[in-house]
């Protein structure tokens, strides 16, 4: 029987792994947790959500949402356990991060033709089918390896990590909850800051100590992901355009608009821990405690896990991957993941998914297939490995669509029609690649 190896257990690695599995090939998962461990890691578990726990957005009107809706046409095992682990937040798809790791875990554990096998891969094997999924904190063993093999030097930013409190250390008194805008349910609950509270906060957060890089370490920040006191320094009013927005809230309490906000989501089901939105930091631990303390909801908070830092990788696909994630020089070895250059959890997802459907009919001997352009995930596949110049990681998001031939003026009537384009579009191609599914699976129950 045909052999895939696939390196790394994350989303991209996992979607991979269950895709080629599900198309009748065997499959061997190398993890290198537990044996080997990242700076963010905290567990064994396959597909560990190491920053938010929300996977974005589901509104379709919005690029991730849209990603999304594709995926479930493609049976993506990432979504699936995204149901099975659902925790409300708004329009976002928050999960579980335990239920949804395990749920992953044990599908790919029960699947006939998938091994999982727990060591560190520190050489790409050159002389087979190979999907490299080793996400964006990469082992310097295997980054080195793979700079040797794509030719060019990586680029890289740096990630910054949410803190999570318990719910019973937050003084409710002192916030509300609501949705912004009206949209979705009341899931998030708002900190509110008079203008004096904000401005001690602001003060503190710019005199607090940071972590500081390693010397060889030039840190390069992702715009999509800044630590909230790189945005401070900025000027003061940058927060109130960013995590601490209170545009489209209004405090029941007052009747009025507060004058600045933190938002906190649920962790889990339960809604025992909570989240502070948006608000990634490269303070130190005593500093994140200090400083995150002034904001009267959080004066006894309970940290159970404080912000941080780690290192992310990314290749310039661009310049090495062909549109179908494999490597210009090394047909046969593919590419999927933050590593090719994508942003956020269902974009690294959905290369998975495309990666290994083109490995498995590599290995078949069919041709190689692409989302249509009209497709949110063609659409951004053909952006990270076409775009001119250097190549910075990119989010799904609408603008990288083709136009309407028509012209229409209004935005979520235009976005509506986007969105109803592509996934016309995808229900061709997904019926047409999901004829290679061949075996039935634990998860889907389709065959």
């Given at each position: 029987m045909e052999e895939v190896v696939v390196i790394g257990g994350g989303l991209a690695?996992?979607?991979?792994?269950?895709?080629l599995a599900n198309m009748g090939i065997?499959?061997?998962?190398?993890?290198?947790?537990?044996?080997?461990?990242?700076?963010?890691?905290?567990?064994d578990q396959l597909a560990e959500l190491v920053c938010s726990n929300t996977l974005?957005?589901?509104?379709?009107?919005?690029?991730?949402?849209?990603?999304?809706?594709?995926?479930?046409?493609?049976?993506?095992?990432?979504?699936?356990?995204?149901?099975?682990?659902?925790?409300?937040?708004?329009?976002?798809?928050a999960v579980d991060r335990v239920l949804f790791s395990q749920h992953i875990t044990q599908?790919?554990?029960?699947?006939?033709?998938?091994?999982?096998?727990?060591?560190?891969?520190?050489?790409?094997?050159?002389?087979?089918?190979?999907?490299?999924?080793s996400g964006p904190l990469t082992s310097q063993a295997l980054a080195e390896d793979i700079r040797e093999l794509v030719g060019f030097d990586y680029l890289y930013f740096y990630d910054a990590i949410s803190p999570i409190v318990e719910a019973e250390g937050v003084d409710f008194s002192k916030g509300f909850w609501a949705s912004r805008y009206g949209k979705g349910g009341e899931d998030y609950f708002n900190c509110t800051l008079t203008e004096e509270e904000y401005t001690l906060f602001y003060q503190e957060l710019l005199k607090a100590e940071k972590v500081a890089p390693k010397d060889f370490e030039n840190i390069v920040y992702f715009e999509g992901c800044m630590p909230v006191e790189e945005l401070a320094e900025r000027g003061y009013k940058t927060l109130l355009f960013g995590p601490m927005?209170?545009?489209?809230?209004?405090?029941?309490?007052?009747?009025?608009?507060?004058?600045?906000?933190?938002?906190?989501?649920?962790?889990?089901?339960?809604?025992?821990?909570?989240?502070?939105?948006?608000?990634?930091?490269?303070?130190?631990?005593?500093?994140?405690?200090?400083?995150?303390?002034?904001?009267?909801?959080?004066?006894?908070?309970?940290?159970?896990?404080?912000?941080?830092?780690h290192r992310n990788t990314f290749l310039q696909s661009n310049r090495v991957l062909t549109p179908f994630l494999n490597l210009r020089k090394h047909p046969h070895i593919f590419f999927a993941g933050q590593i090719t250059g994508v942003e956020g959890y269902s974009a690294s997802a959905m290369t998975g998914i495309l990666a290994g459907i083109n490995a498995g009919r590599l290995l078949k001997g069919k041709e190689l297939l692409l989302p249509p352009e009209e497709t949110m995930s063609g659409s951004l596949v053909r952006y990270i490995t076409s775009k001119e110049g250097t190549l910075q990681p990119m989010a799904p998001v609408l603008g990288l669509l083709p136009p309407l031939e028509e012209r229409i003026?209004?935005?979520?009537?235009r976005k509506r029609k986007l969105a109803k384009r592509a996934l016309s579009a995808m229900e061709v191609w997904a019926g047409e690649v999901n004829r290679d599914i061949i075996v039935l699976s634990p998860a889907t129950g389709q065959g």
């Open positions: 690695g996992v979607e991979a792994s269950y895709r065997r499959v061997l998962l190398y993890e290198m947790r537990p044996q080997s461990t990242t700076p963010a890691h905290r567990t974005g957005s589901v509104e379709l009107t919005s690029g991730a949402g849209l990603l999304k809706a594709e995926m479930e046409l493609l049976h993506s095992l990432v979504l699936q356990a995204g149901k099975r682990a659902y925790v409300p937040a708004g329009t976002a798809l599908r790919l554990q029960e699947h006939p033709l998938v091994r999982i096998v727990r060591e560190e891969v520190k050489k790409v094997p050159r002389d087979r089918v190979v999907v490299v999924a927005k209170p545009v489209g809230l209004v405090d029941p309490r007052t009747g009025r608009q507060p004058f600045a906000v933190l938002q906190l989501r649920k962790e889990n089901r339960e809604g025992t821990l909570l989240s502070l939105v948006g608000f990634q930091t490269r303070m130190t631990y005593a500093e994140q405690k200090r400083v995150l303390r002034l904001i009267p909801c959080l004066r006894e908070a309970v940290f159970v896990k404080l912000g941080s830092m003026k209004d935005k979520q009537e």
